[in-house]
């Protein structure tokens, strides 16, 4: 078969619109498909319509600002999507392509443009920007959800922590509580049970100067209790002390006042005390406990001194990492840690056989310390003397 | 500082005349569109060429909202490029909207200006009632869908060259050749600012001589516009072209330089 091809008819039967303008707009030509397209008659549109003619007026406005510039400058333009307006007023979407046509000499003779019906591509396309939209809308929703779920996370979170505080604070308290009923209950058998000796031993003598002695000595034993059980109760007082209240405090003060308290025993004892605060001179304690922790550590190392020399007390403030430490030397007896290391800082507990023992002081001066944050350690050696370190405060 | 003023709005200088004119294009497009007119002045003109920031070359990264939300914003930069080159008694050539930013840059700083040309000028675009700009905000709404629906495919496309990713550089390539491309989310925001604005009331503020250029067939600057620009401004002569179209410097250049010319002289 023979392929003659008649270009007039494939133009016009060409499956895509066509049409042909001069440079200001005026169509002079089109295929069949574009006036099937715009519903117009040969007649109506050549030399009569604009390319303007079909667009709205916001497309003149992309059409005059975009669409020609464009065209001008590079000499064609491709898939510019527009809304053509028919010759019954309704509208079609088309993809047009377009090309300038010049002379020799560059002069813009025509422009050649063929349209596209894109109606069902745009539906999809619309079908396509609104699932986009919604897909948008929900990305969007859930960078919210997940916004709060975070700030929600971050909240649990600083609850966690806060309950982890508490918890740590129960727990120590229940640690304190459990030592302090041990120590209690363990602390008060003892002179109970001898009290309770004592008794039988009265009921069971007959003889008035024997009545008389056992008596003397259940005063003896119901004394000591007392003192105890006031121990027991100043401690339970600290414990108990939830908010306690920060005093601005200088060392220096605080240690004379000590100084004054004790001159009968420093005197009597020829103790030589000496004291230098200068490496952290003030902080912000409760002041009675600053001066309970002085008063017993100082009459502490007065009563444990050596008799073979003579005693040196010093006492001097150290920073630390960021720590404010109270450190308290002497050259006293010293204690063995091997032996009495974990029960050092127990209640009623005594290292020494000294007439003046009692053995409260330390477990206060602990109670103390760690119930504002701070904690105390002990360095010592037997006939050599001991030092105690004391962190006080981490916050400076 | 002048370094990075060059950058942000991609100054080219032409020309080796000893007059300075300082052409500014409109809304959609960008230096490009005075390709055709420079031959014939760069003998006599010293001339400045920028891209409006958010548009052609200029650093899209100094598109600030706030800054270009009125257009302030663009004469704020022309005073600055001005200062920056050390510019004076330049001829100022605002094409459409380019036209009202050189009317609020010659009003803010009137010393920088010898005249001011105004190619196709539009002070409001919105009908009101004893006013005709020629559209209705359901105009504009429309314009904001026909620039949505011919940026489909340029999002996916061109972003990666728009945010300076440099592994593609056959993209890069495209878009240089490509003309009128900018980011769509600025073109929309440029476009409100445009269309939208209201400049009616700045005219009379004007002191420079001033000429209007109109094309006698333009949809989106009728004569009407160019007339009541005209009746606005104090010293100012208008000339209607026998052209068509709302670019006469690229649908009839040569009109458009004679009328230019013709008016410096």
């Known amino acids: ?396 | 500082m002048l370094k990075k003023i060059i950058a942000r709005n991609n100054i080219t200088m032409h020309g080796t005349g000893s007059k300075s004119m300082f052409l500014v294009h409109g809304y959609g497009c960008d230096q490009n569109m005075w390709r055709f007119i420079i031959p014939q002045l760069k003998d006599e003109y010293k001339i400045i060429l920028i891209d409006l920031v958010g548009s052609g070359k200029s650093d899209e990264n100094s598109y600030d909202l706030d800054k270009y939300s009125s257009l302030d914003g663009y004469a704020d930069d022309i005073i600055e490029i001005c200062d920056a080159l050390n510019l004076e008694d330049i001829c100022l050539v605002g094409h459409s909207v380019s036209a009202m930013i050189g009317l609020l840059t010659a009003i803010k700083r009137p010393s920088l200006f010898k005249k001011l040309i105004m190619i196709c000028p539009s002070p409001r675009y919105i009908n009101s009632e004893d006013y005709f700009g020629g559209f209705s905000q359901n105009d504009i709404d429309n314009l904001m869908e026909t620039l949505d629906s011919n940026y489909l495919g340029w999002s996916s496309a061109m972003a990666p060259v728009i945010m300076g990713n440099a592994d593609r550089p056959e993209l890069a390539a495209e878009l240089e050749e490509s003309f009128c491309q900018n980011n769509p989310e600025i073109a929309r925001h440029f476009a409100k600012v445009t269309f939208l604005g209201d400049n009616r009331s700045d005219l009379k503020k004007l002191t420079t001589d001033t000429l209007i250029i109109q094309s006698n067939t333009d949809a989106i600057a009728s004569i009407k516009v160019g007339q009541f620009v005209h009746d606005n401004i104090a010293d100012s002569k208008l000339v209607v072209l026998e052209t068509t179209g709302h670019c006469p410097h690229l649908s009839d250049p040569n009109q458009t330089v004679e009328a230019m010319k013709q008016y410096l002289t």
Do not use: W
């Open chain 1, 1 to 396: 078969m023979n392929f003659n091809t008649d270009y007039k008819e494939l133009y016009n039967n060409f499956p895509s619109g066509y049409f042909c303008s001069l440079p200001n707009g005026t169509i002079v030509d089109s295929n069949k498909k574009f006036l099937n397209l715009t519903g117009y008659t040969r007649e109506e549109l050549i030399g009569e319509k604009k390319f303007t003619d079909f667009l709205s007026l916001g497309e003149k406005i992309y059409f005059e600002n975009i669409y020609s510039v464009a065209l001008k400058l590079s000499g064609t333009i491709e898939e510019i999507n527009f809304n053509f307006i028919k010759k019954d007023g309704t509208k079609f979407p088309v993809l047009i392509n377009s090309v300038e046509i010049k002379d020799k000499e560059g002069l813009h003779l025509f422009t050649q443009s063929s349209v596209f019906n894109i109606s069902q591509r745009k539906k999809y396309e619309q079908e396509l920007l609104t699932a986009k939209k919604k897909a948008n809308d929900l990305s969007n929703e859930l960078i919210d959800v997940n916004k709060e779920l975070l700030s929600r996370a971050e909240l649990i979170l600083k609850q966690k922590l806060q309950l982890e505080e508490v918890n740590q604070h129960l727990e120590n308290k229940n640690r304190q509580l459990t030592s302090f009923a041990h120590i209690a209950s363990h602390d008060l058998r003892a002179p109970v049970g001898n009290l309770l000796l004592l008794k039988n031993f009265y009921k069971e003598s007959t003889d008035l100067e024997d009545k008389a002695m056992l008596f003397s000595k259940v005063e003896t034993v119901i004394d000591n209790l007392n003192g105890t059980l006031n121990e027991l109760i100043e401690t339970v007082k600290i414990q108990g002390n939830k908010d306690i209240t920060h005093d601005p405090i200088i060392f220096d003060f605080v240690f004379d006042k000590t100084l004054v308290i004790l001159e009968t025993q420093i005197l009597d004892s020829k103790a030589v005390v000496t004291s230098n605060f200068s490496e952290a001179p003030n902080i912000e304690y409760p002041k009675l406990y600053m001066e309970s922790i002085m008063l017993n550590l100082l009459s502490n190392s007065i009563r444990y001194r050596s008799p073979n020399r003579i005693a040196e007390i010093h006492f001097c403030t150290a920073v630390n990492n960021n720590e404010i430490m109270l450190i308290a030397k002497d050259n006293g007896l010293g204690i063995d840690l091997q032996k009495h290391g974990p029960k050092l800082f127990g209640l009623n507990n005594t290292f020494h056989r000294h007439p003046d023992s009692k053995g409260v002081g330390l477990f206060m001066t602990k109670t103390q310390i760690e119930a504002v944050g701070g904690s105390i350690t002990v360095e010592s050696e037997v006939d050599k003397g001991s030092t105690f370190k004391i962190i006080l405060k981490k916050n400076i």
